[in-house]
């Protein structure tokens, strides 16, 4: 099993920037690929970024292309988003996952979830 739980949410204003935290346990983190995605009222969850175990690889989504960035730090068995030039249409909640093996960008590719953490973002 492993365990992850978000951090960094928040309300900001259009244009602000925001870093998400993912801190995992309870397995080898370095083992998973690791992703973030985003669901809003009434939307399916949707893909934002996803990283490989060895950081050799990220993808993004188009829309926050340009403007987000993941990262991890293996040694502290976590994962960031660094979300720039926010925009209201980035508000959800934001969920990061684990995936054994490379990356993925669908939602049931992922083994281990979150529990969320809501970013709000005003005009």
């Known amino acids: 099993q492993v365990q992850l739980v978000e951090s960094g949410g928040g309300v900001v204003q259009a244009d602000d920037s925001l870093r998400l935290s993912c801190a995992a346990s309870g397995r080898t983190f370095s083992d998973y690929a690791m992703g973030w995605f985003r669901q809003a009222p009434g939307k399916e969850r949707e893909f934002v970024a996803v990283?490989?175990?060895?950081?050799?690889?990220?993808r993004y989504a188009d829309s926050v292309k340009g403007r987000f960035t993941i990262s991890r730090d293996n040694a502290k068995s976590t994962v960031y988003l660094q979300m720039n030039s926010l925009k209201p249409g980035d508000t959800a909640v934001y969920y990061c996952?684990?995936?054994?093996?490379?990356?993925?960008?669908?939602?049931?590719?992922?083994?281990?979830w979150g529990q969320g953490t809501q970013v709000t973002v005003s005009s």
């Open positions: 990283i490989s175990r060895s950081f050799s690889s990220t």
């Open positions: 996952a684990a995936r054994a093996g490379g990356i993925a960008t669908v939602p049931t590719s992922f083994d281990y």
